[in-house]
């Protein structure tokens, strides 16, 4: 299993950022899939979740409203829409994956919200 972040970048507040995992190795459309994110010295949280098809999502009350998260099963992609970005949306933001039983974690990519 590989999950490969990347988007991530320095944005000022009230911007978007498109964040974009790559699957693979494993039956990218039989599993829902998770965004993470980790802040210094803060724990992992979960940002948003999407189901199998894409049906159904769901959001950490922080980010509801501001971020949308889809995937292409297609293409084996994970996306994460982030606009109205705040100061405190800054971390390493991480796809995940749990794979028969074993979360897989990509290297993650640095998102920056400051002026």
């Known amino acids: 299993v590989q999950l490969v972040e990347s988007g991530g970048g320095l944005v000022q507040p009230g911007g978007s950022l498109r964040l974009s995992c790559a699957a693979s190795?494993?039956?990218?459309?039989?599993?829902?899939m998770t965004w993470h994110r980790q802040a210094p010295g803060k724990e992992r949280e979960l940002v948003a979740l999407?189901?199998?098809?894409?049906?159904?999502?769901n959001y950490a009350d922080s980010v509801k409203g501001r971020f949308t998260i889809s995937r292409d099963n297609a293409k084996n992609t994970v996306d994460l829409q982030m606009n109205s970005l705040k100061p405190e949306d800054t971390a390493m933001y991480y796809c995940?994956?749990?794979?028969?039983?074993?979360?897989?974690w990509g290297q993650g990519t640095q998102v920056t919200v400051s002026s």
């Open positions: 999407i189901t199998i098809g894409g049906g159904n999502t």
């Open positions: 995940n994956a749990r794979v028969k039983g074993v979360a897989y």
């Open positions: 190795g494993f039956t990218f459309r039989s599993y829902p």
